[in-house]
């Protein structure tokens, strides 16, 4: 038994996608039957959009030998597709023929299509569409936290279609929702690890980022301690009272404890943390005698340099990652050729 859908009512071509259905008793033994869909389409279409499609249809392939001798006849060529996944290649024929394009798919819909397009070499087609609906994608997220599984999905159909600004929304929002590293035995982002779908190590250059502004998040996080205090171990201990201070505000927004890599933080809930700190300076435990050395202590606040490298790291979105120099191993900025902005 099968369904069909007309995408194309003069198509001359067939696609048949076979699936199994499911056993009515639930179980996980395969069915005896099976069910299939059915795409009319044009082969003209196909084949402009797919070099792959355009070999198997016109070529010397069996497929393109029985698509001729069927020519002349009233009934299309049916072209068996029993690898593809039915809803990927539904959606790419209604992208390829302008038929009824939906407006937000799924990310695992999306995953799938980047299979496909990967697969018939036909990434160009879909990079409108697919722009569309990331940007689409990434207002939705603005609004809520996102999976970190869907956030992969939509990074994959970035790096697949080719889309350098989606993929920079993308890998920004996953260093910014991604608790931890993205290598490693816990990673939240397996998916991302050893796909084969991505030709670059996406995992090891987000993890590198992301360690960059561990490193300088945690400096900024220990600058008090670095300043010339002259009451930190003596005196009236008005330094040692501003900096412990400073660090019980740190306990309390749950910024500290931590490790150097930060792995039981989210980046995106530690810049948030770290510009709504109290503001906190050595001035507020001075004492009363005008002779104490407390009188010449700094008066910064001691979350300053915290605050100004959270604000730094906020406002490195436009340029976190560029896929371009990714896929060209780093060497587009240096030649120049980026199609992406560098600071």
């Known amino acids: 038994m099968s369904s069909k859908t007309v995408i194309d009512p003069d198509g001359d071509i067939v696609l048949q996608l076979p699936r199994e259905q499911p056993s009515e008793d639930g179980s996980d033994e395969k069915p005896t039957d099976s069910e299939s869909q059915e795409l009319v389409v044009s082969s003209k279409v196909l084949s402009l959009a797919s070099p792959v499609f355009k070999a198997m249809i016109n070529g010397r392939f069996k497929e393109g030998v029985e698509i001729a001798e069927t020519n002349g006849t009233s009934k299309p060529y049916v072209l068996v597709l029993p690898e593809d996944d039915e809803e990927a290649i539904l959606l790419l024929c209604k992208i390829l023929h302008y038929y009824d394009v939906p407006k937000k798919p799924t990310t695992s819909c999306l995953e799938k299509l980047a299979i496909v397009c990967d697969k018939y070499q036909c990434t160009g087609a879909v990079k409108y ?20 599984d869907n956030l992969c999905r939509l990074l994959i159909f970035a790096y697949v279609i080719d889309l350098p600004y989606e993929f920079l929304g993308i890998a920004w929002k996953l260093f910014l929702f991604h608790k931890g590293p993205f290598t490693g035995t816990y990673t939240q982002s397996k998916m991302l690890v050893d796909h084969p779908l991505l030709h670059q190590d996406v995992a090891k250059e987000l993890d590198k980022k992301r360690f960059e502004y561990c490193q300088s998040f945690y400096r900024a996080i220990m600058d008090p301690l670095n ?57 507020k435990y001075r004492c009363t005698k005008p002779s104490c050395e407390c009188q010449s202590e700094p008066t910064e606040l001691l979350g300053e340099e915290l605050y100004n490298e959270a604000c730094f790291i906020k406002h490195i979105s436009k340029t976190f990652v560029c896929l371009h120099c990714l896929k060209a191993g780093g060497r587009s900025k240096d030649k120049e050729k980026c199609r992406m902005y560098h600071s």
């Open 227 to 283: 300043r010339e205090w002259k009451t930190l171990s003596e005196g009236c201990y008005c330094a040692a009272k501003a900096v412990g201070c400073y660090f019980d505000s740190l306990r309390s927004a749950k910024i500290l404890p931590q490790d150097l890599g930060f792995e039981e933080h989210k980046f995106g809930d530690l810049i948030k943390k770290a510009t709504n700190l109290p503001p906190i300076s050595a001035t």
């Open 129 to 148: 569409c697919g722009g569309l609906w990331i940007r689409d994608w990434l207002r939705v997220y603005d609004s809520f936290d996102p999976s970190i």
